[in-house]
């Protein structure tokens, strides 16, 4: 957890806008939905490295640094952290703009793992760079 980080460390994947339905009883945005969009992101970026599709096989790490609020612009930047045979390990952080004006604040990180498929639904090798 990298709390202290000013700029968010790889590319925009995703940008969308935490809504009232995604709350918990609190009030505050459930951390399922978060987890939820670091996963579509995270699938966008392994299914680009892997030219094809792939699926959630782990999660490795996952970190709550700060509430998110209903309001915030959720912000899902990743960084493809290595590549295996079959499997790509993406790196994520989750920023919140709040009320969708202010400063980004870092709300999460965390690190899922992705394993191609090809057309059969069996894994297949993720081609060289
Ligand atoms: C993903 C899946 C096809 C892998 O099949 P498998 O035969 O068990 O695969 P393997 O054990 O050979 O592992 C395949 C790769 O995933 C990696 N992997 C497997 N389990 C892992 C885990 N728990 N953590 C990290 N990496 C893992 C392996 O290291 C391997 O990587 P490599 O090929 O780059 O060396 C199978 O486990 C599956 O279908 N899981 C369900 C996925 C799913 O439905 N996800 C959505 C959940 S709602």
Redesign the pocket.
């Known amino acids: 957890m990298t709390k202290s980080s000013t700029e968010p460390k790889g590319t925009l994947t995703i940008r969308t806008l935490a809504m009232p339905a995604d709350t918990n009883p609190s009030g505050d945005i459930f951390g399922g939905w978060v987890m939820s969009q670091m996963d579509i992101a995270g699938s966008i970026a392994a299914v680009e490295r892997a030219g094809g599709r792939v699926?959630?096989?782990?999660v490795?790490a996952m970190t709550f640094i700060s509430p998110v609020k209903v309001g915030d612009v959720l912000c899902v930047y990743t960084t493809i952290e290595r590549?295996?045979?079959?499997?790509?390990?993406v790196a994520m952080e989750a920023w919140a703009r709040r009320n969708r004006l202010a400063d980004r604040v870092k709300v999460t990180d965390g690190r899922f793992?992705y394993?191609a498929?090809g057309e059969d639904g069996?894994?297949r090798p993720?081609p060289r760079a």
């Not at 699926?55 to 782990?58: E, G, K, L």
């Not at 590549?83 to 390990?89: A, K, R």
Request: charged share 10%; proline share 0%; glycine share 6%.
């Open positions: 699926v959630t096989v782990a490795e590549v295996g045979t079959t499997s790509i390990s793992v394993v498929l069996n894994k993720i």
